[in-house]
């Protein structure tokens, strides 16, 4: 820490990325004030569990916990619970809350999130839900039961997990999306069917490439759903997973750059002493010049504690920002992980595995460069190609099979020949990534 | 240091290996965690400090 190093550190945000920053900003040494933020009345919790154990009920909510409440006290945080940031004075350099109180800082870090994006004109309408809450998973889980039906808008990861577990618990799941194939916007056409078939295998009816037109209601509470080609859906409830927008309202008038999120440069400062983590923050891609912004549960704790390291180091020594994104579904049996960017990808190759068998690993390139792996229940093996995404390897990859790394060490053989440096024998041709590759 | 993994929060990121490799590994298919050495000598603090705090799970909990 230098002596120019903040004494008030506000965080305002108390989820993964806020609690990150917290935690980072100990474990670098610093000792000054820090005020936790959040306007949730929850300690923090996780959120990712949402739509997968807590949906399902195996998990009651007390599991979401991020952190012990041991370990959340040797942190030494002023926490703000339950207190909405409302404005920020970055000349005062202070933030007012909701109950009119104000938290005074030297450096600030926003860490607010993002909301769950509604269907316009539904809000007050019982049965109409969104994902995205402690308070909005168990809301839907208390709907849950054999035979509700349930129309699920939208087709993305939070959606998929929703279907399964719905699905699981005996509803009639009905999924509506405006895209061709489902997911493929994610995984491409190829893998996105796949999941496709896995969801109608179990009993999942799929609408695809259509809108929702409108939520029909009769009494205050959802009947179905008008689909923009004058067909109707009835349902029992409804599952509105259509994205999420970034939470900068708070900001408006404080001068804080806002487009999509919090505008930062390469490490994540956007000036007049405020940063950003997580979900809200845009930030300038230092390998691509452009902005991108992850709403990603590893992103937001791997943000976090560069923010924190960024914050001691000051604007000047902070350094840029250049993770490796990673996430993960779960839907049924099937574990999928995902390394790098996906978006724009136009080239896959299946390395190992095939979609037959519905257990592989992918590699995704775009411009002569590897962006990304996708692995499905071969989480170990996929791991072991992210350091071609990390390095942005060329595509195609020069072939020369080592037999070692496409078969993969037993666990007994001890991690070594796994984790050593990318397997760099993996014939790719360069297939189109709406090609057949299996 | 001791560690503690609660395995069924584990969602098989594998970030942990990548931040302690000496001290984590993965199962093959589903990528659950593999505690290698619950109880792991100094040197390898800070990496395993690193991997709790990375786990996208929260499933790595260190006790000092």
Redesign the interface.
């Known amino acids: 820490m230098t002596a120019a190093a903040p004494s008030r550190i506000a965080v305002v945000g108390a989820s993964a990325a806020g609690l ?1 920053v917290a ?2 900003l100990r ?1 670098d040494g610093y000792t000054g004030r820090v005020t936790l933020i959040g306007d949730e009345p929850h300690l923090p919790y ?1 959120r ?2 949402l739509s997968k154990q807590l949906l399902s009920g195996a998990w009651d909510t007390d ?1 979401l ?4 409440a041991e ?1 959340l006290e040797a942190l030494d945080l002023e926490l703000r619970l339950g207190a909405a940031a409302v404005a920020l004075d970055t000349g005062a350099r202070e933030v007012a809350l909701a109950d009119g109180s104000r938290v005074g800082y030297d450096a600030l870090v926003v860490a607010t999130g993002v909301a769950a994006r509604r269907l316009p004109g539904t809000e007050g309408i019982a049965g109409v839900h969104v994902l995205r809450t402690l308070e909005d998973a168990v809301g839907l889980r208390e709907q849950l039961r054999p035979g509700l039906r349930l129309v699920i808008v939208g087709a993305g990861f939070v959606g998929a997990e929703a279907a399964a577990v719905a699905r699981e618990l005996g509803a009639e799941v009905t999924m509506v999306t405006d895209a061709a194939v489902p997911l493929a916007d994610a995984l491409g056409p190829d893998l996105g069917a796949m999941l496709s078939q896995v969801h109608a295998e179990h009993g999942v009816r799929i609408m695809p490439g259509v809108l929702v037109d409108a939520i029909l209601a009769a009494g205050g509470r959802a009947t179905g759903v008008r689909l923009a080609d004058g067909r109707t859906v009835e349902a029992d409830a409804v599952l509105v997973g259509i994205g999420a927008h970034p939470n900068t309202g708070w900001l408006a008038a404080s001068g804080v750059p806002v487009g999509n999120g919090v505008e930062c440069d390469a490490t994540l400062y956007a000036g007049s002493g405020v940063w950003a983590a997580g979900d809200v923050a845009s930030w300038l891609h230092p390998r691509t010049g452009r902005r991108l912004r992850i709403e ?3 992103n937001a ?2 943000q976090g ?1 560069a923010v924190a390291r960024n914050i001691l180091a000051g604007p000047e020594h902070a350094t840029p920002f250049d993770p490796v994104p ?1 996430v ?1 579904s ?1 839907q049924y049996d099937l ?1 999928i ?1 995902i390394y790098g960017q996906l978006r724009g990808c136009d080239q896959v190759r299946i390395v190992e595995g095939s979609l037959a068998e519905r ?1 592989l690993t992918a590699l995704y390139g775009r411009d002569g460069r590897v962006r990304g792996t996708v ?1 499905i ?7 072991r190609y ?1 350091p071609l995404v990390a390095e942005q390897a060329a595509w195609p990859i020069a072939a020369d099979p080592d037999p070692a790394l496409s078969d ?1 060490p037993a ?1 007994s053989d001890g ?1 070594a020949p796994s ?1 050593g440096p990318a397997p760099s024998g993996v014939a790719l041709s360069g297939v189109a990534l709406s090609g057949r590759n299996a | 240091m001791k560690i503690s993994v609660d395995f069924d ?1 584990c ?5 942990c ?2 931040a302690a ?2 001290v984590f ?8 965690v ?1 505690l ?1 050495d619950a109880d792991p000598p100094a040197d390898q603090y800070d990496n395993v ?1 690193q991997a709790a ?6 499933a790595i ?1 260190v006790h000092e």
């Open positions: 990150s935690e980072g474990r996780d990712p569990p599991r916990r991020l952190r012990s370990a990603h549960r590893a704790a791997e504690l990673y993960w779960d574990k992980q257990r692995g229940n071969m989480a170990r093996a996929t791991r992210r993969g666990l991690p984790d | 929060k969602c098989g990121a594998g970030q290996v990548l490799p000496d590994d993965q199962r093959d298919d589903d990528g659950i593999v290698l400090r705090a990375v786990c996208p799970a929260a909990e």
